[in-house]
Nanobody, 121 residues
Framework: QVQVLESGGGLVQAGGSLRLSCAAS????????MGWHRQAPGKQRELVAR???????KYADSVKGRFNISRHNAENTVSLEMKSLKSEDTGVYYC???????????????WGQGTQVTVSS
């Protein structure tokens, strides 16, 4: 099986910074996309940033220029550096990994439990 574990959330004042980290472990042949989604209270989960194994990146318009996603393929990790945080960035941040468990297999989505990010204004 595959486990996805996030860390690094917390409480920060508006304008501050936080770094989220995520590690996938277990039965992993390779990982396609890795990314971060968030869910604010009363809202649907939305994509924040995604990075392919080859390094192609997509950001939500609301975080462009403030957030930076990176990954370390050999260690199956992905990080999200968040700067100039705003109150609207508050939410639970979930790490996602598209994992291929065997060479003949297709990719499956795995999610972490989520980490809370709270930005106070």
């Amino acid at each position: 099986q595959v486990q996805v574990l996030e860390s690094g959330g917390g409480l920060v004042q508006a304008g501050g910074s936080l770094r989220l980290s995520c590690a996938a472990s277990g039965r992993i042949f390779n990982i396609r996309d890795m990314g971060w989604h968030r869910q604010a209270p009363g809202k649907q989960r939305e994509l924040v940033a995604r990075i392919t194994a080859g390094g192609d990146i997509k950001y939500a318009d609301s975080v462009k220029g403030r957030f930076n996603i990176s990954r370390h393929n050999a260690e199956n990790t992905v990080s999200l550096e968040m700067k100039s945080l705003k109150s609207e960035d508050t939410g639970v941040y979930y790490c996602n990994a598209q994992v291929v468990e065997d060479f003949w297999d297709t990719a499956r989505d795995y999610w972490g439990q989520g980490t809370q990010v709270t930005v106070s204004s």
